[in-house]
């Protein structure tokens, strides 16, 4: 196994350059006064973005066809491209995440005729891993021009009148657009002067979108701070565009920037079957269950053909048995609580389905865009025919919570986001009860080259890049999310089905009928909660009584078992981006 660490063993491959540029033209070296800049001690331990993450195993070569993996994408009048070498500008050695600062860098490499639309930056806590959308107009329309430079710079923040450990001084511009165009990223200079104009290109307004914040990057503590950028509206029939930049402002301060727009919108760039089955056999999730875990997924034949019961309202003592394939069970529709799945009636069968079967088991892949098709999104669902009870840290304590958390049907699920202009693996997404979280490739585990590792928590299957304690609540009080590495391992990659890729057309893939199930894989709660809920509390300390009560109180749905879940096709997520 390969595990990738923080700190790891790749070469530095950013390209430094000095303090003495002004306007692009070499002047002097000009030292402000000594007393704003303090430097990071020499010899002090590195930080970790001053190493560069690659990827463990080289890209394979894709099989051939359409646009994807070839380096640039048509988004209609200007063609765009990722670039992922940087030249640092200047670095914050503090404030920001783990208050180790922040690094801004300069795209370099630039292909010829493409344009810079922003610069990068990212905090000082990860490796070095990151790209920028560099642009290239594709139209000869001298009246509109898709791009044009700037017409002046605004001075967003400048560290010069700042008490901060930093590497010589730092200034964030906005460019400032002609009417009618937008600006999709700031310029960083380490000199008071205004960067050349000719530094940055502006796009016209009908090619961009909105934006929002994502992550905190930096902020030198105080109302101005440094965010990730990602657009507003995301999702399958999104044309969003991510640039890659950042965002510089006041918190109150609605976001100076754009995204891009995909107006061709075409999906030539998106994977044919035969680059998807490629992509997935290099990207394969392995999934480590806890050594305690009682409750493992199988197929959704393997539920349907041991005993699973199709349940109709007002016809509850005649329950049927469901064909393997789910093909009589009712089909779209929606969630009106008219049908339900569940267990075999008898016992011993019952709680034989309950521990599912971990060697029949296999994944279920949806196959859809991302951000204005520039991406690939891989969504890996697994089925878990139970889910177990839940336990609760209550300061000191762990407390099992009774039947609380049990659910009978439990759909889970990580997400691949692949980057179309090359094929490469950025980031996943791991998908955490009724929300989750983004992960760069760079803070996760690999084995077997390029496959991340997951780990699913005891019982209740969340998924997490890392082994060990999540807590879902306050770090005191909460819902225990326990991963840890057992010997019972699924490597995804030897068992799936693609399910859903509307964009193949409907003739590529045929969807099994259970996918189109749109009510509940499991009953309602058929517990009494709240005896369960005072039956934990009797057991608890006078002084912990009260934070169990809140914790209760903050619980959704899914924590607390009390429906069972919808099938994929039903999450919000399958036509649109992960809820984070």
């Given at each position: 196994?390969?595990?990738?660490?923080?700190?790891?063993?790749?070469?530095?491959?950013?390209?430094?350059?000095?303090?003495?540029?002004?306007?692009?033209?070499?002047?002097?070296?000009?030292?402000?006064?000594?007393?704003?800049?303090?430097?990071?001690?020499?010899?002090?331990?590195?930080?970790?973005?001053?190493?560069t993450f690659k990827i463990p195993a080289p890209i394979p070569k894709w099989p051939s066809g359409n646009g994807f993996a070839s380096g640039t994408i048509d988004l209609g009048e200007v063609k765009v491209s990722h670039i992922s070498t940087f030249s640092k500008v200047w670095t914050?050695?503090?404030?920001?995440?783990?208050?180790?600062?922040?690094?801004?860098?300069?795209?370099?490499?630039?292909?010829?005729?493409?344009?810079?639309?922003?610069?990068?930056?990212?905090?000082?806590?990860?490796?070095?891993?990151?790209?920028?959308?560099?642009?290239?107009?594709?139209?000869?329309?001298?009246?509109?021009?898709?791009?044009?430079?700037?017409?002046?710079?605004?001075?967003?923040?400048?560290?010069?009148?700042?008490?901060?450990?930093?590497?010589?001084?730092?200034?964030?511009?906005?460019?400032?657009?002609?009417?009618?165009?937008?600006?999709?990223?700031?310029?960083?200079?380490?000199?008071?002067?205004?960067?050349?104009?000719?530094?940055?290109?502006?796009?016209?307004?009908?090619?961009?979108?909105?934006?929002?914040?994502?992550?905190?990057?930096?902020?030198?503590?105080?109302?101005?701070?440094?965010?990730?950028?990602?657009?507003?509206?995301?999702?399958?029939?999104?044309?969003?565009?991510?640039?890659?930049?950042?965002?510089?402002?006041?918190?109150?301060?609605?976001?100076?920037?754009?995204?891009?727009?995909?107006?061709?919108?075409?999906?030539?760039?998106?994977?044919?079957?035969?680059?998807?089955?490629?992509?997935?056999?290099?990207?394969?999730?392995?999934?480590?269950?806890?050594?305690?875990?009682?409750?493992?997924?199988?197929?959704?034949?393997?539920?349907?053909?041991?005993?699973?019961?199709?349940?109709?309202?007002?016809?509850?003592?005649?329950?049927?048995?469901?064909?393997?394939?789910?093909?009589?069970?009712?089909?779209?529709?929606?969630?009106?609580?008219?049908?339900?799945?569940?267990?075999?009636?008898?016992?011993?069968?019952?709680?034989?389905?309950?521990?599912?079967?971990?060697?029949?088991?296999?994944?279920?892949?949806?196959?859809?865009?991302?951000?204005?098709?520039?991406?690939?999104?891989?969504?890996?669902?697994?089925?878990?025919?139970?889910?177990?009870?839940?336990?609760?840290?209550?300061?000191?304590?762990?407390?099992?919570?009774?039947?609380?958390?049990?659910?009978?049907?439990?759909?889970?699920?990580?997400?691949?986001?692949?980057?179309n202009f090359d094929g490469e693996l950025k980031s996943v997404y791991f998908s955490q009860h009724n929300k989750g979280s983004w992960v760069s490739v760079s803070n996760l585990e690999f084995e077997k080259d390029n496959k991340p590792v997951v780990y699913a928590s005891l019982h209740g299957h969340a998924a997490y890049p890392q082994a060990g304690l999540v807590v879902?609540?306050?770090?005191?009080?909460?819902?225990?999310?326990?991963?840890?590495?057992?010997?019972?391992?699924?490597?995804?990659?030897?068992?799936?089905?693609?399910?859903?890729?509307?964009?193949?057309?409907?003739?590529?893939?045929?969807?099994?009928?259970?996918?189109?199930?749109?009510?509940?894989?499991?009953?309602?709660?058929?517990?009494?909660?709240?005896?369960?809920?005072?039956?934990?509390?009797?057991?608890?300390?006078?002084?912990?009584?009260?934070?169990?009560?809140?914790?209760?109180?903050?619980?959704?749905?899914?924590?607390?078992?009390?429906?069972?879940?919808?099938?994929?096709?039903?999450?919000?997520?399958?036509?649109?981006?992960?809820?984070?």
């Open positions: 196994m390969t595990r990738i660490k923080k700190l790891n063993p790749y070469s530095i491959s950013i390209i430094f350059i000095g303090l003495c540029f002004l306007d692009s033209a070499f002047v002097s070296c000009r030292n402000p006064p000594f007393s704003r800049i303090i430097t990071s001690k020499k010899g002090s331990k590195p930080l970790p973005v001053e190493t914050a050695y503090e404030g920001g995440p783990d208050n180790v600062g922040a690094t801004f860098y300069e795209p370099i490499s630039v292909p010829q005729g493409f344009s810079i639309l922003g610069y990068y930056s990212q905090p000082n806590n990860q490796v070095l891993y990151g790209w920028v959308v560099v642009a290239k107009a594709v139209t000869n329309d001298q009246s509109r021009p898709a791009l044009t430079l700037p017409t002046d710079y605004t001075l967003v923040w400048s560290s010069d009148s700042q008490k901060l450990k930093q590497d010589g001084l730092g200034y964030i511009w906005l460019p400032v657009p002609s009417t009618g165009y937008k600006a999709v990223g700031h310029v960083v200079t380490n000199s008071s002067g205004k960067p050349s104009l000719d530094k940055i290109r502006c796009v016209r307004s009908d090619l961009t979108e909105d934006i929002e914040t994502g992550n905190w990057i930096w902020g030198p503590r105080s109302s101005f701070n440094v965010y990730s950028s990602r657009p507003s509206v995301r999702g399958i029939q999104a044309s969003s565009v991510a640039t890659g930049t950042f965002v510089a402002k006041k918190d109150k301060d609605a976001p100076s920037l754009s995204s891009l727009k995909n107006i061709k919108n075409d999906l030539s760039s998106m994977p044919n079957l035969d680059q998807v089955q490629a992509l997935f056999k290099a990207y394969s999730p392995v999934v480590y269950f806890h050594p305690k875990e009682e409750y493992f997924p199988s197929s959704v034949s393997w539920f349907f053909q041991n005993g699973a019961l199709l349940y109709t309202k007002g016809q509850e003592s005649k329950p049927v048995q469901i064909e393997p394939t789910g093909s009589n069970l009712p089909q779209d529709g929606s969630d009106d609580g008219a049908y339900w799945l569940d267990l075999p009636s008898e016992k011993t069968a019952s709680e034989n389905v309950k521990k599912g079967n971990l060697p029949d088991a296999g994944v279920y892949l949806h196959i859809k865009p991302a951000l204005g098709a520039t991406f690939t999104d891989i969504a890996v669902w697994i089925f878990y025919p139970f889910n177990g009870a839940a336990r609760a840290k209550i300061e000191f304590l762990t407390v099992s919570l009774g039947r609380i958390g049990e659910h009978v049907g439990d759909w889970e699920h990580v997400t691949l986001r692949i980057s879902e609540g306050k770090a005191s009080i909460g819902i225990r999310n326990d991963t840890s590495r057992g010997n019972a391992v699924m490597d995804t990659g030897s068992r799936y089905l693609v399910v859903g890729a509307e964009y193949l057309g409907a003739s590529k893939i045929v969807e099994p009928p259970w996918l189109n199930y749109a009510r509940k894989w499991g009953p309602k709660i058929t517990y009494n909660i709240d005896e369960e809920l005072r039956k934990v509390k009797k057991l608890l300390p006078g002084m912990l009584k009260n934070k169990f009560d809140g914790l209760v109180k903050s619980l959704p749905p899914e924590v607390l078992g009390e429906v069972g879940p919808t099938g994929p096709k039903w999450k919000d997520n399958w036509s649109g981006d992960e809820r984070v």
